[in-house]
T-cell receptor, first 114, second 115 residues
Framework: AQTVTQSQPEMSVQEAETVTLSCTYDTSESDYYLFWYKQPPSRQMILVIRQEAYKQQNATENRFSVNFQKAAKSFSLKISDSQLGDAAMYFCAYGGGGADGLTFGKGTHLIIQP | DSGVTQTPKHLITATGQRVTLRCSPRSGDLSVYWYQQSLDQGLQFLIQYYNGEERAKGNILERFSAQQFPDLHSELNLSSLELGDSALYFC??????????????FGAGTRLSVL
């Protein structure tokens, strides 16, 4: 079974600074997808970014980028120019090639200091 | 707004009771997924339906069941409720059956409180 580990229960960053959230995963599959979801206080789960394992290029979405290290099974999220609206729980998730649901990490609570 | 609609937003009930949670997927999406989010277990996948058929099962209890109707909306039925069933229940939908290839869009969730 796949597992996803987020080792940072909480992170704090100053507004406008850069922060990196860590995620590691374990799988025996070669074809899979990795995701970062954001859950603000409204509790809505919002997709931030997706990475396809077969692509070597790291995904980027505006201020959000990932550092995908397939051999190390590491998938970190970098948020540049942090904004107050970025404050939320961030979940790393794994999606395999089959028909099972996503496997989520425990989450990292991100605090933005004004 | 993700386009996935879940009702009700909040549900308060007593132990031993039965409840039904409803989900309408995004227009055009054929897959529906149910997840449970609790403080103890985190976010867990429960079950997936694709075009009316059950496609995958996760950590779903035998007291729980789901179905997807011809109009593609889905219902999650929780019976013989226990205090530990109190959680946030999410529905997500995607276009196709493969959960990695097809992005899952989540509803706002149903908060279930069992007293």
């Amino acid at each position: 079974a796949q597992t996803v580990t987020q080792s940072q229960p909480e992170m704090s960053v100053q507004e406008a600074e850069t922060v990196t959230l860590s995620c590691t995963y374990d799988t025996s599959e070669s074809d899979y997808y990795l995701f970062w979801y954001k859950q603000p206080p409204s509790r809505q789960m919002i997709l931030v970014i997706r990475q396809e394992a077969y692509k070597q290029q790291n995904a980027t979405e505006n201020r959000f980028s990932v550092n995908f290290q397939k051999a190390a099974k590491s998938f970190s999220l970098k948020i540049s120019d942090s904004q107050l609206g970025d404050a939320a729980m961030y979940f790393c998730a794994y999606g395999g090639g089959g028909a099972d649901g996503l496997t989520f990490g425990k989450g990292t609570h991100l605090i933005i200091q004004p | 707004d993700s386009g996935v609609t879940q009702t009700p937003k909040h549900l308060i009930t007593a132990t031993g009771q039965r409840v039904t949670l409803r989900c309408s997927p995004r227009s055009g999406d054929l897959s529906v997924y149910w997840y449970q989010q609790s403080l103890d277990q985190g976010l867990q996948f429960l079950i997936q339906y694709y075009n009316g058929e059950e496609r995958a099962k996760g950590n779903i209890l035998e007291r729980f069941s789901a179905q997807q109707f011809p109009d593609l909306h889905s219902e999650l039925n929780l019976s013989s409720l226990e205090l530990g069933d109190s959680a946030l229940y999410f529905c997500a939908s995607s276009v196709g059956p493969g959960q990695g290839k097809n992005i899952q869009y989540f509803g706002a969730g149903t908060r279930l409180s069992v007293l």
